[in-house]
T-cell receptor, first 113, second 110 residues
Framework: EPEVTQTPSHQVTQMGQEVILRCVPI?????FYWYRQILGQKVEFLVS????????KSEIFDDQFSVERPDGSNFTLKIRSTKLEDSAMYFC???????????FGEGSRLTVL | AQRVTQPEKLLSVFKGAPVELKCNYS??????LFWYVQYSRQRLQLLLR??SRESIKGFTADLNKGETSFHLKKPFAQEEDSAMYYC????????????FGPGTSLSVIP
């Protein structure tokens, strides 16, 4: 069964460094998402991506964040200059379009020191 | 404002006892609701959705528009049901955003 895959599973970085989290969505899916979950808190929507552009973003998704789909298969989340409060689990998800069901990756844990 | 609430952060029940995980929503449009589950060290996965009216792993959930609720129920809890459960709402904007409740951690005591 096809799955969403994410890399790395865990990244530790220094404050101020750039981080890129990678996702490979399910191949025939049309909608792509990034969610974030800070330890002990709820799963928060960051951004949705459709037709090669951002379709919606949350207040959390400020200028330090960007997403792109560089090659038609990978879907990346970049944090330009990480802050301590960016430490969280980041989940990528994709959706086919006919249903509302999201398929999630296993997550990338980001630790900012 | 669109919102999903789950009043219980933690819920412990004995094996064989009935389980009810509460979910309420606030949404002016026609709601489409889901329950997602996250077992220990696994990814979030869909448990069930209200439009399909199915029973998965013995769980059911009925949408009550009058009470704006979508509670998840199971008559007899099993140890393998221990997990984090998230209620989710599909916002039918142009691009269909899904928002999550804060989650309920279910612990089934043997």
């Amino acid at each position: 069964e096809p799955e969403v895959t994410q890399t790395p599973s865990h990244q530790v970085t220094q404050m101020g460094q750039e981080v890129i989290l990678r996702c490979v969505p399910i191949s025939n899916h049309l909608y792509f998402y990034w969610y974030r979950q800070i330890l002990g808190q709820k799963v928060e929507f960051l951004v949705s991506f459709y037709n090669n552009e951002i379709s919606e973003k949350s207040e959390i998704f400020d200028d330090q964040f960007s997403v792109e789909r560089p090659d038609g298969s990978n879907f990346t989340l970049k944090i330009r200059s990480t802050k301590l409060e960016d430490s969280a689990m980041y989940f990528c998800a994709s959706r086919q379009g006919w249903t509302g069901e999201l398929f999630f990756g296993e997550g990338s844990r980001l630790t900012v020191l | 404002a669109q919102r999903v609430t789950q009043p219980e952060k933690l819920l412990s029940v004995f094996k064989g006892a009935p389980v009810e995980l509460k979910c309420n929503y606030s949404y002016s449009g026609s709601p489409e609701l889901f329950w997602y589950v996250q077992y220990s060290r696994q990814r979030l996965q869909l448990l069930l959705r209200h439009i399909s009216r199915e029973s998965i792993k013995g769980f059911t959930a009925d949408l009550n528009k009058g009470e704006t609720s979508f509670h998840l129920k199971k008559p007899f809890a099993q140890e393998e049901d221990s997990a984090m459960y998230y209620c989710a709402l599909l916002l039918k904007t142009s691009y269909d955003k899904v928002i999550f409740g804060p989650g309920t951690s279910l612990s089934v005591i043997p």
